[in-house]
């Protein structure tokens, strides 16, 4: 059962039938999994939480960057702009369903402040989930917050609320006695909305009651990310009680990648729960047991998350956090601001770097809003010390050294602007480290 708090729920574990047999192959098969106590939120991670987080770090989504031509072999150039996916509907009848660029856009400028693009904003929905959040901000977030994106079991489990095998998070019926309990889809996709939930587009996360354990939206309104690499099927089920798996957490990553795009290596995450999109006639996966596949580098207006907190039982029946031996965050690449707030809690005004593993710490102090000085080292002397760019097999120095030229950061060339690199030999005079 659930144990209150005021914004996680305990969710005591157990074992249950994930998957269905009834609905999507990739549901597929319906097989039993036992998953450990955890905290999970309450609501998804609203406007409100998400904001404070940007605020705290100064965070870039994906959506806020522009994608880089060497990870888009191909892409047209007037595409590569700040951008998210954007729910267009249609004005006329779609025939074919199985064409989602009918409905769906590239819109330049959205993202999770402007969610329907530029001219648009959050403003007076603090409370709506936050959504055009990629897989590395749902994560980012969640670091920072001290916690943790739900396995696919663990997510499937807390949304069933503790019913066994029913085809929704209350029950077998969609709408008991006609009610709405979810923000879905109602008419026909993807050009009529009846709006007979009261919503067009998300709503606030507490809007539709709570499942059985206290937890809200966990079917409709927005995805969610889980920490899942995704497969086309399940595993099939264990053949005793004896060999139930315990806290599963999904395949390898080489097994996530789109057999349909083999040219396109972006491995696929697990999303869970539905949205405000899915539809009686399009996609019925409002459902606990639905899973969809989403690319990490891909966010849409339809698309947020929610966290978790892995604790074990004490021997007193109570939650105890688990001290687990895993690194709180790298020390590279995004890691960088996250452990800048973490242990200094202000945004740097003076930044140097090396290496593209710098470059969101550069980002970071770069969106302080204040006079600030950001600067690179470019390793170019293979000769007195190491030499390293974009091509090179010992470190790299690509994005990083693009976005500086584009924002005018310094730049300094080992070979050509430092005069001594090491200190002299004993006894040498002369200034160690002296640039010209």
């Not at 100064?58 to 702009?81: N, Q, R, S, V, W």
């Not at 040219?263 to 459902?287: E, Q, T």
Request: charged share 25%; glycine share 10%; proline share 8%.
């Amino acid at each position: 059962m659930a144990e209150a708090r005021p914004d996680i729920v305990w969710i005591a574990g157990g074992t249950f039938r994930m998957g269905s047999d009834r609905h999507y192959p990739e549901e597929a098969p319906a097989h039993r999994v036992t998953v450990s106590g955890f905290w999970m939120d309450r609501t998804p991670v609203t406007n409100r939480q998400f904001r404070a987080f940007v605020n705290a770090t100064g965070y870039l989504t994906f959506a806020e960057i522009a994608p880089d031509p060497k990870d888009y072999p191909g892409a047209l150039p007037h595409m590569l702009k700040p951008g998210s996916l954007v729910f267009a509907p249609p004005r006329h009848r779609i025939a074919d369903l199985s064409d989602w660029s009918q409905w769906w856009k590239f819109r330049f400028g959205a993202s999770w402040r402007h969610p329907y693009g530029p001219d648009s904003s959050i403003r007076g929905r603090d409370e709506h989930p936050v959504v055009h959040i990629a897989y590395e901000d749902a994560l980012a977030y969640a670091k920072w917050a001290g916690k943790d994106l739900p396995t696919e079991a663990e997510w499937e489990f807390a949304a069933r609320g503790g019913l066994e095998d029913t085809e929704f998070a209350w029950g077998d019926e969609l709408t008991p006695g006609g009610k709405h309990l979810a923000n879905t889809w109602q008419g026909e996709f993807p050009r009529q909305n009846l709006l007979q939930d009261g919503y067009r587009g998300t709503s606030p996360v507490a809007a539709f009651p709570p499942n059985g354990y206290g937890l809200h939206d966990m079917i409709g309104n927005a995805w969610e990310w889980t920490s899942d690499w995704y497969a086309p099927r399940h595993e099939a089920d264990a053949p005793k009680a004896c060999c139930i798996p315990e806290n599963p957490r999904g395949p390898r990553q080489d097994a996530s990648y789109d057999p349909c795009q083999p040219n396109i290596r972006i491995p696929r995450k697990v999303l869970k729960g539905g949205s405000h999109l899915c539809a009686p006639n399009y996609c019925r996966r409002y459902r606990p047991a639905a899973r969809h596949a989403q690319p990490v580098d891909t966010s849409t207006c339809h698309v947020g998350f929610r966290c978790v907190v892995r604790f074990e039982t004490g021997a007193d029946g109570r939650p105890v956090l688990i001290k687990q031996a895993n690194v709180e965050f790298i020390d590279d690449g995004p890691g960088k601001p996250v452990g800048i707030n973490r242990f200094i809690g202000r945004q740097p005004i003076f930044a140097f770097g090396n290496s593209d593993g710098d470059l969101q710490m550069l980002q970071y102090a770069a969106a302080g809003g204040m006079a600030h000085f950001m600067g690179l080292v470019h390793h170019t002397d293979a000769e007195r010390e190491w030499a390293y760019d974009r091509h090179s097999h010992v470190g790299k120095l690509d994005k990083a050294l693009d976005e500086a030229r584009q924002r005018g950061w310094m730049v300094v060339d080992m070979k050509h602007d430092w005069l001594t690199i090491f200190p002299p030999a004993r006894g040498a005079g002369g200034r160690a480290l002296q640039g010209r």
